[in-house]
């Protein structure tokens, strides 16, 4: 019985320091490994002692490292010890010596989870940023999606073809949402040099990221910035100013304003109030649909002009509420309510978005087939066929 199963040892806080590390050790082979090296500060050994109870002791004989033991269930026992990495490292290796298999947090997740979707959210759960993206990852793990795609199965299997569509639509309509839970959405600030976007950034994310100087160009390479608005994960990135006249160095940082500007998700295009003249789209060829246009030190003008855009100072902070209610309105337009199925990963709204096209195909046994691998399999399901 003990070689059909492994028994493995896993760390499962963080790597680097800390106060205590934890090692899981799981399997058949779990109380004798442990126990060559445990010694309890008296008895009864940790074989005999009932479930959860802790035992103090050493590992590795009566000078050896001070740990707290406890058996979790009949082949699962934790390991606490000092958070340093040689600690835990030095048991391991004890350990592996013992029969164990060292595993990572990650494949022990994958393996002990019921069902790959409550693993994934699992993971995901591991890389919030905060506790609004977390609430919606725990319905996940608590089984929303999964029994969303169940519903989805059922409704194909029972000829009702309409009702899986609109249920795979649904789904879809959260994918893009779903892959911010844990990604952050990309804010960038462009425009043209010396119109605050330093002091702006600085203002929205509340502390001095970037560097502020009164000369254009002192910008020349993008700086990012994480923080969260009404608890979405957003980052900012401020960027060199763009003009056409520039010296290589600067030329070489508009070019890279470019870039980030094609690829985030929505673009603060900021001008300087006083300049009621000022062209708004300063040479960028393309940007993307969403866009909010700012008018920064309007504390420096009387004559503020009215236009579409938002007055705002970096310097005195007017303005600067309604700025971030305006980016999260933008960013996130709508959100799921409480318990509702949301994809969270890049491979799921793939594997949905196959699915639909086999049921406009009218492959329903195949569309089937995809859902099932899709909450039964613990890898990503494998495209069959092409559509």
């Given amino acids: 019985m003990t070689k059909s199963r492994p028994t493995i040892a896993v760390r499962l806080t963080a790597p680097g320091r800390g106060a205590v590390a934890t090692i899981l050790v799981s399997g058949p082979l779990s109380l004798p490994a442990v126990a060559s090296q445990f010694r309890p500060a008296g008895s009864p050994p940790l074989a005999e002692r009932p ?22 269930a009949a082949e699962q026992i934790e390991i ?11 048991i391991l290796r004890d350990l592996c010596e013992a029969g164990c298999q060292e595993n990572s947090w990650q494949s022990w997740i994958q393996q002990t989870e019921e069902g790959p979707l409550r693993a994934a959210a699992r993971l995901a759960l591991t890389q919030c940023r905060t506790q609004r993206t977390a609430g919606i990852l725990l319905d996940q793990y608590q089984g929303s ?16 073809q309409i009702a899986a569509q609109q249920l795979l639509d649904t789904l879809l309509g959260w994918a893009e949402f779903g892959r911010h839970l844990v990604n952050p959405w990309r ?6 040099p010396n119109v605050g976007k330093s002091s702006l950034i600085n203002a929205l994310v509340g502390y001095h990221r970037a560097i502020v100087y009164d000369q254009p160009g002192s910008t020349r390479d993008a700086v990012s910035a994480e923080t969260a608005i009404d608890g979405w994960p957003v980052q900012f990135t401020d960027t ?4 056409t006249k520039a010296v290589e160095l600067e030329a070489a940082g508009i070019a890279h304003t470019q870039a980030n500007v094609a690829t985030a998700h929505l ?17 960028l060829d393309s940007l993307p649909e969403r866009v909010l246009r700012v008018s920064n030190k309007c504390d420096l003008t009387d004559s503020l002009v009215q236009t579409e855009s938002l007055a705002v100072s970096a310097l005195t902070g007017q303005g600067i ?3 971030l209610e305006q980016i999260g309105s933008r960013l996130v337009p709508r959100t799921p309510l409480p318990g509702e199925a949301v994809l969270f990963e890049h491979s799921q709204g793939k594997a ?36």
């Fill in 51 to 72: 479930l959860d109870q802790i035992a103090f002791g050493r590992w590795g004989g009566p000078e050896g490292e001070e740990v707290v033991a406890c058996r979790r």
């Fill in 145 to 160: 999606l999964d029994t969303a795609i169940r519903q989805v199965i059922q409704a194909i299997e029972q000829s009702d």
């Fill in 321 to 323: 509420a309604e700025l």
């Fill in 187 to 192: 804010v960038v600030l462009a425009g043209p």
């Fill in 240 to 243: 060199a100013g763009l003009r």
């Fill in 80 to 90: 606490h010890c000092h958070g340093g990495q040689a600690a835990a490292r030095a």
């Fill in 352 to 387: 949905l978005e196959q699915a639909v096209g086999m049921l406009n195909k009218r492959r329903f046994s195949d569309a089937t087939r995809l859902l099932k691998r899709f909450v039964t399999t613990a890898q990503t399901p494998d495209l069959i066929n092409e559509v």
């Fill in 267 to 283: 673009v603060i295009l900021v001008r300087d109030a006083r300049e009621e003249h000022a062209e708004w789209d300063h040479g």
